[in-house]
């Protein structure tokens, strides 16, 4: 028996491998098992990808596998066929995609047997007499999650052979049962909709069991959330579990908390934030049908979920969806996909849609339901811009948003700054001779950072002690340029002595339970200040925020990235948002060099989806994505020569006549150094590729990945491909 492996390890090729009479007598080989096999010097987890009875490889150079790992594929057949065709969209090496798509403790060699508490008598007490010993290890199994595996057992000192007596007795069981059966269960009263949230709640409910994207265009603070719990509840009725996705860990304990407040249904958390094993338990216990609603960041998506009826895509708008590197696919066109497999529906929510949904909209594939008003006795906010030329300020706070910042906490309210740079300063000038503090390893300056003092590059996470003289003059004239959240929080509590200052940023909510502990002591309704990054913008319900102030509107503005201002947009936008939510009306305040610059002017006189029709109108002319399509292949190197002839040796088989009819309406540029040049020790260049159809497009890059894979010099350097790119550079 021939077996053909696909690994994690980069390469596009399957492997053969033997299947010997050991192996198989613990498992039967098949597709979809996980195997553990000797590659190279090293041994490895595949995936069987095929079984035959012959080969055209020597059998002399074929290595038995060691091992098969699985009784039964651990992945179902639906995302089987999705990592499939992500990775055949994506361009990317089966074997990465797939194991991408398992828990990361799935990806190494471990026994997955599962062995499950009997659930009628879970919850039992039952009675173990004299057998002491039994009632201790009951009450440890117990403990664990309703399915583990024996990896567990081990990590807890249980042998498997202690579980024999409740096997026997059918207190576990190692088959797998049918999921638990799903009902609606209320918590709490639903709130009552107005008319045009009764639309889209209505139309979700007729297309049950058919494929249809629905596009919630709806203004911040429109009650969105309350139409997804809405739509959550008519799948619990109708027996249908539901996939929410957010695109930050922050925004999932908080949709978390509400929708435990509202359903008494099973509720299950899948993020980043996990530990491995208990990013295992989750998995399996969403596999098991031991969980109604799954919520979870973009890996969530892969999650096996039995009987599932609707998938919801949070803050669609947002980047974190897109993997940005390994395998980058982007989670809400992949959910899309996974949609469209099951035949079910999916609801693409924001205040911001993206450039992407709505030309989709305009093209007819997806519907778009528009929430303009408040809901409740959320007000509307007003716009102010303010002008900083000639304006005083102190560290990044102008004297007319001072004033302003002191009447809403005089008034008992709570006031947002947003600035999203981290740190004291972006970089650290020296006075005398002019001189930057320089990543070692990157074209980037070093932020510097208080607490605790340090200099810090974000882009490799370098770090050092700050200079106490110029590295250059040997001068002590060391001086802070600019403002990050901690000089703003610093002169926050200067301004404000007696108004507590919450700074929520990556700094600040690193640890375990941080951010969860900041919001509780925010939503306690007194006045505070709340500073931080694009991290406070991204969904979150702040009721007694009247006062939203962006504090650098300029930094996307002149992006060379072409979806600078989509971004920009989008940010503006959402942060503004948080203010105004309940009965008090908001005011949201942009800060801007650029008063009369024309992407400010249409968001704060017409609003974002004027802004979205004006800028898709632009990207239609120059033929950008949406309206054309786009391809990015990045090339690294530690010689800055080697990247470079990588990418326009690349160049040159575009030029092959052999691809004309591919390349005809083709655009390229570069090959170019990418927007940093150098990071992390590498220089990096790219190659832009532009076309009008996708599929022509798709067809070009799959050959040109063929001729990489077998030119000598691509081996050598690291060189990927990014399908859809969200950021050039």
């Not at 995609?97 to 403790?105: F, G, I, R, V, W």
């Not at 994207?213 to 619990?236: H, M, P, R």
Request: with cysteine; net charge positive; aromatic share 6%.
């Amino acid at each position: 028996m021939y077996l053909q492996i696909v690994l994690a390890t980069g390469l596009r090729q399957e492997f053969t491998y033997l299947a010997t009479e050991e192996t198989k007598a613990s498992y039967t080989p098949k597709i979809g098992l996980r195997v553990r096999v000797n590659f190279g010097r090293s041994e490895r987890v595949g995936l069987i990808v095929g079984v035959n009875k012959t080969t055209d490889v020597d059998f002399k150079k074929l290595k038995p596998i060691i091992q098969v790992l699985d009784e039964t594929p651990l992945l179902p057949q639906y995302l089987w066929e999705l990592g499939l065709w992500a990775a055949d969209y994506y361009n990317h090496p089966v074997g990465d995609s797939l194991m991408h798509l398992l828990p990361a403790k799935l990806r190494q060699p471990i026994q997955n047997q599962l062995i499950q508490l009997n659930w009628q008598i879970a919850d039992v007490e039952v009675e173990f007499g004299r057998a002491k010993k039994q009632q201790i290890l009951w009450a440890q199994l117990r403990k664990l999650a309703p399915a583990f595996n024996l990896n567990q057992l081990k990590s807890i000192d249980i042998k498997p052979s202690q579980l024999k007596p409740f096997l026997d007795k059918k207190w576990l069981t190692t088959s797998y049962p049918k999921p638990q059966s799903v009902n609606l269960q209320l918590a709490e009263k639903a709130l009552e909709l107005n008319s045009e949230q009764e639309k889209i709640v209505a139309h979700l409910s007729k297309v049950k069991d058919v494929f249809s994207c629905s596009l919630l265009n709806g203004v911040t603070g429109s009650g969105k959330t309350e139409v997804y719990f809405q739509a959550i509840a008519d799948q619990l009725i109708a027996g249908k579990r539901t996939l929410l996705l957010v695109p930050e860990i922050g925004l999932t304990h908080q949709l978390l908390q509400r929708l435990e407040q509202r359903f008494n249904n099973r509720v299950l958390a899948l993020h980043s934030g996990l530990t491995e094993h208990q990013r295992l338990n989750a998995w399996q216990q969403a596999g098991l049908g031991q969980a109604d609603i799954i919520i979870g960041t973009r890996s969530a998506l892969f999650t096996p979920i039995p009987d599932l009826g609707l998938i919801i895509i949070d803050e669609e708008h947002d980047q974190a969806y897109k993997q940005q590197e390994g395998f980058r696919y982007h989670g809400r066109d992949l959910a899309i996909k996974r949609a469209s497999n099951a035949k079910i529906p999916i609801l693409l929510g924001s205040a911001t849609p993206s450039l992407e949904s709505l030309a989709n909209v305009a093209r007819g594939r997806f519907s778009q339901w528009l929430l303009t008003q408040r809901a409740g006795i959320a007000s509307t906010q007003t716009y102010e811009v303010v002008d900083l030329r000639n304006q005083p300020q102190s560290a990044g706070i102008s004297e007319q948003l001072q004033a302003m910042i002191q009447v809403q906490l005089d008034l008992g309210h709570q006031v947002l700054l947003m600035l999203n740079r981290r740190g004291f300063a972006p970089s650290l000038q020296c006075q005398s001779c002019g001189s930057t503090a320089q990543c070692p390893a990157c074209d980037a300056n070093m932020t510097l950072h208080r607490r605790p003092p340090r200099l810090h590059c974000h882009h490799c996470e370098h770090q050092q002690p700050v200079y106490l003289y110029c590295p250059q003059c040997q001068s002590h004239q060391l001086k802070p340029l600019g403002q990050g959240t901690e000089r703003t929080e610093e002169q926050l509590n200067t301004l404000f002595p007696n108004i507590p200052v919450h700074r929520i940023d990556r700094d600040t909510t690193s640890k375990k339970g941080s951010l969860e502990a900041m919001l509780a002591q925010v939503h306690l309704g007194k006045p505070c200040l709340l500073v931080g990054t694009q991290m406070l913008a991204k969904g979150h319900h702040f009721p007694n925020v009247t006062l939203a102030a962006i504090l650098d509107a300029d930094a996307s503005l002149f992006s060379s990235d072409f979806r600078g201002p989509e971004k920009l947009a989008q940010l503006l936008v959402q942060t503004a948002g948080r203010a105004g939510r309940a009965k008090i009306p908001g005011t949201a305040v942009i800060q801007t060099y650029q008063a009369d610059h024309p992407t400010i002017n249409i968001l704060v006189n017409q609003g974002y989806n004027a802004f979205a029709e004006q800028e898709l109108t632009s990207r239609h002319k120059s033929g950008l994505p949406p309206l054309g399509h786009m391809a990015l292949f990045h090339a690294q190197a530690k010689d800055a020569t080697q990247a470079f002839a990588l990418l326009s040796w690349l160049g040159e088989q575009i030029q092959d006549p052999a691809l004309q009819t591919l390349t005809e309406s083709l655009l390229l540029f570069g090959p170019m150094p990418a927007f940093m040049a150098r990071r992390a020790h590498y220089y990096r260049a790219q190659l832009q590729l532009q076309h009008p159809s996708r599929k022509l497009l798709q067809q070009l890059v799959a050959q040109l990945c063929h001729l990489l894979d077998q030119h000598p010099a691509a081996r050598k350097i690291r060189w990927s491909l990014d399908i859809d790119p969200q950021e050039l550079g």
